[in-house]
């Protein structure tokens, strides 16, 4: 199994990335899949989950920011953010559950850095 998380960079505040990440050996419709970020000396928080039958859930700090998306036929999940800040600055990293085994897996990390 395996997590390749992509689409982090620099922006300036008020502009826009997407995030990508790639699922393989997975049947990926039996994962809940979700962003975490981690910013410099904070703990890792989550910013939003899709289930495996699309539904979503946000961070306060995000919500009609970042939109959670999954695309099952291309084993990819995305976190479009928009309006980004200084404050979104941060490692944002993907997590599958597999809702049957309860396994976890990570991606490794994109770096997203807003300017101000």
């Known amino acids: 199994v395996q997590l390749q998380a992509s689409g982090g960079g620099l922006v300036q505040a008020g502009g826009s990335l997407r995030l990508t990440c790639q699922a393989s050996?997975?049947?990926?419709?039996?994962?809940?899949m979700s962003w975490y970020r981690q910013a410099p000396g904070k703990q890792r928080e989550l910013v939003a989950t899709?289930?495996?039958?699309?539904?979503?859930n946000y961070a306060d700090s995000v919500k009609g920011r970042f939109t959670i998306s999954r695309d099952t036929l291309k084993n990819t999940v995305y976190l479009q953010m928009n309006s980004l800040n200084p404050e979104d600055t941060a490692v944002y990293y993907c997590?599958?559950?597999?809702?049957?085994?309860?396994?976890?897996?990570w991606g490794q990390g994109t770096l997203v850095t807003v300017s101000s």
């Open positions: 997590k599958g559950v597999n809702t049957w085994s309860k396994s976890v897996y």
């Open positions: 050996g997975v049947i990926f419709s039996r994962y809940t």
């Open positions: 899709i289930s495996s039958g699309g539904s979503t």
